[in-house]
């Protein structure tokens, strides 16, 4: 009786397997046809309506919301995915074998040629060249070394900060005549980048360099978000990167003087929430010398540090008080 029922359950799942591949072959056409009519990639409007049908559909037959919503999503991501790849025939050359380059190099992969090399590589013949290299003068140096290689073409960097560098590549690119779009992508050594966000920051020089890449990150599932200038950048990232570091560093700071608390082993009392926590940590340490560069380069990282003591200040007042539910409420002023 069991092998029968297991027997019709392998029945079922090849046939849902071959429903898949022609949902993925379908998706694909879809794609061609899109870039016949000139229509963007991606249409969110679309994925959403087909995410509510299955969605509808599943919870009808029996699954839970979350249980659907996450099928949904999967399939959804996988046939976009199968519709945008290789949309683009731009040449994209990013410059920097380390964790942000090679995570850049599996995202744009899937829309567009793209090529990794390290900075002792010699320069391909590239429409976009992105610096996937640290803020520093060598940085500039390779710029000026390839300046009849960048001519023409579009320069991004990936600096975390930007206030310091911007200006000087902006100058070089008016003077050597290559477009400069400055970008930060807000990740750094993932496996799937699928729904993360890029910042684009538009240079004198950008010109038509801003949308073209949104539609590239965008077909590649990142989200874009614009911002106008490099010091907005940077006050904007003290708060999210300086701030949100340091706190995630003192609390496991804390937490390895609580595993010395009575003897017992602080990771088998970890709640939910605290083991999700500690994965944002996990990825906090593997990137020190990222979080120590963002600390010393950001010009407001002082200025943000000293608000992290006031509002803990203000925070523990609170608690002592009995009063968080009325502060969260309000404004931490």
């Not at 950001?298 to 000293?306: G, Q, W």
Request: net charge negative; charged share 25%.
């Amino acid at each position: 009786m069991l092998w029968q029922l297991r027997k019709s359950i392998d029945e079922v799942d090849d046939e849902i397997i071959k429903l898949l591949a022609r949902r993925l072959t379908i998706a694909e056409t879809i794609g061609d046809v899109k870039r016949k009519l000139n229509l963007p990639p991606v249409d969110h409007e679309r994925e959403s309506e087909v995410i509510d049908r299955w969605v509808s559909g599943l919870v009808e037959a029996g699954l839970d919301e979350l249980t659907a919503r996450s099928i949904a999503e999967l399939v959804i991501k996988a046939s976009t995915k199968r519709q945008i790849r290789n949309w683009f025939n731009v040449k994209v050359t990013i410059v920097g074998s380390g964790r942000l380059g090679k995570t850049l190099k599996r995202a744009l992969s899937q829309v567009t040629p793209t090529t990794l090399i390290s900075m002792r590589d010699e320069l391909p013949d590239s429409d976009i060249v992105i610096l996937a290299t640290r803020p520093t003068e060598d940085s500039i140096n390779y710029i000026k070394r390839n300046s009849e290689s960048i001519r023409g073409r579009v320069l991004m960097d990936s600096f975390s900060v930007k206030s310091r560098l911007f200006n000087i590549i902006e100058d070089e690119s008016r003077e050597v005549g290559f477009k400069y779009l400055s970008i930060h992508p807000l990740f750094g050594s993932l496996t799937d980048t699928w729904g993360e966000v890029v910042v684009l920051i538009p240079s004198l020089t950008s010109r038509d360099s801003l949308p073209m890449a949104t539609q590239i990150f965008e077909a590649a599932g990142l989200r874009t978000v614009v911002l106008s200038d490099p010091d907005t950048h940077d006050k904007v990232m003290a708060y999210i990167q300086v701030a949100h570091h340091l706190m995630l560093l003192a609390l496991y700071t804390m937490l390895k003087d609580a595993g010395k608390v009575g003897g017992i082993d602080a990771n088998l009392l970890m709640t939910h929430s605290l083991r999700l926590t500690m994965k944002a940590i996990e990825r906090t340490l593997e990137q020190l010398d990222v979080v120590e560069e963002i600390q010393e380069m950001n010009p407001y990282a002082s200025e943000v540090r000293d608000k992290i003591t006031k509002y803990i200040n203000i925070v523990n007042s609170a608690a002592a008080e009995g009063k968080l539910s009325e502060l969260i409420g309000g404004d931490l002023k």
